[in-house]
């Protein structure tokens, strides 16, 4: 079955084509311009709308759905506070269901969001195996969204259990979900730990937070005599296609090393504001040739505002409003719609012949004018100002349709809700 999107303006972030029409299956398999349309088997009218690839969200935590709302007795003084008082209280006491609904919650939210693929950084203290694949089950089975997923390794957990789970679901090889090795941070991983899990990862390129507060540092020196960095170069764990997140404390030493290995650092701007910790400096990292992404840490949904506070918070960063372009910002886009592209073996992140049919549409009527010239602006200033698609298509179907989920999104919702009172009742009994 060959389907058309007609009537399209492609945004490819560097280009427009007006007045096109896409044919897809599961892939692009032709575009081109309204007067050359032949027919299709099914073929949707998109009024002049935007068309342009699905986001991809390069550092999520599904878990963290359930937080929403929660009252909790929260004062932090550093950030192992912030940990102990909120994020480790929720993540231990998730078990199946709590899982799977964070799943069907938060895949309904990305799609409304635009996002049609997720990189997740999971725990669930009451059920650590099979975890994942329950993920995968309500986002990617269920939802239809790609999703590359990893279990947090700690001494939080049984460090054995997390290492199965992870090289389980590494095994997975589809364009739709595949497996990272997880590990939670430095801090919670002794060197007997990063050991274990440098022998028994055969060479999986590991996800891990590194240098999001001070205190990891501080920390690791005080402990080992080396900062996180150090530590998992000395464990040969800096492997291609590597998850740092944040990376906002690195010391000259630490970019020395990390310009080595081709590892990627994740952002996650506007979680950093939301804890008070700092910015990682962008700009240092692509001068040194180590290749940002972009997450959201699992602070809601909504990646276009990671977008915008992550050049909002460079220019603040150096007190300057030129000093982080643009042009430095869709680098970081690129990136992210790369190295999904590497991990799923398949080509995301454009509206070209042979790139996976993930794309999203918008209303966006431009009040001024717009070229080439101006394109990324108008995506910045204009259409990020107020992201919401209208249709959402990954791996070829239609998943959100006029604003709307094409699953049963009340019961769902229902459902959640009463999830996520058990979980905090049980957070209280613990
Ligand atoms: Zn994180």
Redesign the pocket.
């Known amino acids: 079955m060959i389907k058309a999107l007609i009537n399209v303006n492609i945004f490819n972030f560097d280009s427009l084509k007006e007045k096109s029409y896409v044919l897809f299956n599961e892939k692009i398999i032709e575009v081109g311009l309204m007067k050359d349309f032949k027919g299709a088997d099914e073929v949707y009218d998109c009024n002049n709308q935007i068309l342009m690839p699905g986001l991809v969200n390069c ?3 599904i878990y963290s759905t359930f937080a929403r709302g929660w009252i909790t007795e929260f004062n932090p003084k550093t950030f192992r506070d912030l940990l102990e008082q909120m994020w480790w209280k929720l993540d231990r006491v998730l078990e199946e269901k709590d899982i799977y609904y964070s799943g069907l919650v938060s895949g309904i939210e990305f799609l409304k969001n635009g996002v049609t693929t997720v990189v997740d ?1 999971h725990a669930s203290g009451e059920m650590i195996k099979g975890s994942l694949d329950l993920l995968k089950k309500a986002l990617c089975d269920c939802l239809g969204i790609r999703g590359i997923f990893c279990f947090e390794t700690s001494e939080r957990f049984t460090i054995d259990e997390c290492i199965e789970e992870n090289m389980l679901f590494s095994k997975k090889d589809s364009t739709m979900a595949k497996g990272l090795f997880g590990m939670h941070a430095c801090l919670t991983l002794s060197d007997e730990s990063l050991k274990e899990i440098a022998s028994k990862s055969e060479g999986v390129p590991i996800h891990i ?1 590194v240098g ?1 507060s001070d205190e990891d540092n501080r920390e690791s020196i005080e402990k080992y005599g080396k900062t996180p960095v150090e530590r998992l170069e000395e464990y040969g764990l800096l492997r291609e296609n590597s998850i740092l ?2 990376c906002i404390y690195l010391s000259e030493k630490d970019i020395e090393i990390l310009k080595k290995y081709k590892v990627y650092v ?1 952002v ?1 701007p506007t ?1 950093n504001f939301n804890n008070a910790v700092g910015l990682a400096d962008v700009l240092e990292l692509e001068k040194n040739n180590i290749k940002c992404i972009l ?1 959201n ?2 602070l809601g949904f909504n990646l276009a505002r990671d977008m915008v506070n992550l050049l909002f918070g460079m220019h603040l960063k150096y007190k300057s409003p030129t000093a982080y372009s643009l042009e430095n910002l869709k680098r970081v886009i690129e990136n992210n719609y790369e190295y999904a592209s590497k991990i799923l073996n398949c080509k995301l992140g454009k509206i070209e012949v042979g790139y996976e049919a993930d794309f999203i549409n918008l209303e966006y009527n431009p009040p001024t004018p717009i070229n080439e010239d101006n394109l990324f602006g108008h995506f910045f200033y204009g259409m990020l100002d107020n992201f919401k698609p209208k249709n959402v298509w990954c791996n070829g179907k239609l998943k959100l349709e006029n604003y709307k989920i094409l699953e049963d999104e009340e019961k769902i919702y229902r459902e959640a809700r009463s999830v996520a009172q058990e979980i905090w009742n049980k957070c209280k009994e613990k």
């Open positions: 550092h999520s935590h950084h937070h999001e997140s944040h994740a996650n979680s997450g840490d699992g």
